[in-house]
């Protein structure tokens, strides 16, 4: 059974740092997509940011360009999200999401595969 497992979320002041981890378990391949998407309350799921895991080819929202970086880490299936200069409006459940192949845009929610169970960042002013 494929499990998403995101950590790091918490609470922190508005223009505070926080890192999120998501480490895909149960799947003995490479996950060909890895991505962060958010919903706060009261609004629809977006996409954050993705990787494509071969290549190594990152995209951000333009919400938080310059302000979040996706990147791979040593172990397979493995995505961190570094998220600084954080506001209040970054607020909302993170969720880690996966695809075994490739997606034809990497911040529409439906083409995952997989997803984990989220994690809280709750920024405040």
């Known amino acids: 059974q494929v499990q998403l497992v995101e950590s790091g979320g918490g609470s922190v002041p508005a223009g505070g740092s926080l890192r999120l981890s998501c480490v895909v378990s149960?799947?003995?391949?490479?996950?060909?997509?890895m991505g962060w998407f958010r919903q706060a309350p009261g609004k629809e799921r977006e996409g954050v940011a993705g990787?494509?895991?071969?290549?190594?080819?990152?995209y951000h929202a333009d919400s938080v360009r310059g302000r979040f970086a996706i990147s791979q880490a040593n172990a397979k299936n493995t995505v961190d999200l570094q998220m600084t200069s954080l506001k209040p409006e970054d607020t909302a459940m993170y969720y880690c999401?996966?695809?075994?192949?490739?997606?034809?845009?990497?911040?529409?929610?439906?083409?995952?595969?997989?997803w984990g169970k989220g994690t809280l960042v709750t920024i405040s002013s």
């Open positions: 990787i494509y895991t071969d290549a190594g080819s990152a």
């Open positions: 999401a996966a695809s075994r192949g490739r997606v034809p845009t990497w911040w529409r929610a439906e083409y995952m595969d997989y």
């Open positions: 149960g799947y003995t391949g490479r996950m060909y997509y």
